[in-house]
């Protein structure tokens, strides 16, 4: 596929049904790609198995286009853009489940409760798990109706609970790396005062023991333990900035469909280490980036060759062969695993060299020129015996 043609398909691809389209969205504001939203998002859960500890966070979409339900997040780095709710793995940072914020509903009334919402949304399907989170999902109550799904949770409190003991909160005066518990049967708090006159209150349903690991520090465990495992979701959003396919666009479906191309690339290789753990080992550096070149050329083979195969003469087949196939048949033959690109692969250097039809025509002319004959590589002069011909006109030769 040209450049031209890929543009041209970014510039008119859809998601829905134009005759449906305003109809639909006065119901949903995700209407525009809701269909392919919702077969892709219940693929994510299928195909890989959480381990004990699962992160739920936000992640902030760059956007600055015109969206209703965009968002504007000042302490994110793009600040502007589709904020979405994820459930990641904490230690392989798998996106197991994702869902979309769009804002107030249809009727405009603000919801109650959203953070308590979310979460039990996301973790339909678990059990046995532990969930870290951050304190705008975590409250009392959700952590009970987690215990009643077998289920526990550490997180973050705001200051503004009910449920957190004034004791917890008295900051004043106490000394720096101090710890203060508080228990129930089935809930433990922790108030850690990190700096001066500053405290943090974590809410535990997997501790029940007033345990400190540091000692310099005196960091309690249950803090310990949301350190390590909180950054399942700013892993993501850090490996999703490396090598991303979204491009520059002013329609925020695109903006998501990107979205989608990166978190299930992402999550392929994943699953890959999983199934082959010594192809990391193989490879010194750039893992990833391997992994998607291989991905890219594993996933237009197919259709590659049957572009060969249904080449319309001898030109348009030796034009394919030369330009695609050739390029992905040392690496269709391993069966492996991705590997790197083999350093003999040199491809032609488009320096400028003399054309030979001119300087063996008689006249003797030093025609150079920067143009090459795509089969032969043979220099030749755009003037007199070379011709450029496009995608189209290959097809109809």
Known sequence: MSERTFLYIHKIIRFDDVLTRRGQRNDDKFAPIRNLWEKWSEQLPIFYNPND???????????????????????????????????????????????????????????????????????????????????????????????????????TMRKNKRSIPPKLLNCKKVPRYESTFAFTPDTTLVSYISHKNKCTVVMSTLHHAPNIENESKKLPEIISFYNSTKGGVDTVDKMLSCYSYKRKT????????????????????????????????TQKHTKRKCFLHELAISLAKPYMEKRKKGAKNELSSALLYKLSFQNISDTSNNDTGPSKKQKNDKSPKKNRARCQKCYHSGEHKNKWTSSFCFLCKTPCCTERHAKNICIDCIHNT
């Open 53 to 155: 500890c699962v992160t739920v966070d936000e992640q902030l979409l760059g956007f600055h286009g015109r969206c209703k339900f965009r968002q504007y997040i000042p302490s994110k780095p793009e600040r502007y853009g589709l904020k979405f709710w994820l459930l990641v793995d904490s230690r392989t940072c798998y996106v197991w489940k994702i869902q979309p914020y769009l804002g107030k509903g249809v009727t405009g009334n603000t919801e109650r409760n959203q953070g308590e919402r979310v979460v039990l949304d996301l973790v339909d399907g678990l059990k046995g798990h532990n969930v870290t989170m951050d304190n705008f999902f975590s409250s009392h109550s959700l952590g009970q109706k987690l215990l009643q799904k077998q289920m526990t949770m550490v997180g």
């Open 250 to 281: 002013n329609r925020w479906t695109m903006a998501v469909f990107s979205n989608i191309i990166d978190i299930s690339a992402l999550n392929s290789y994943i699953l890959y280490n999983d199934i082959d753990p010594n192809w990391k080992k």
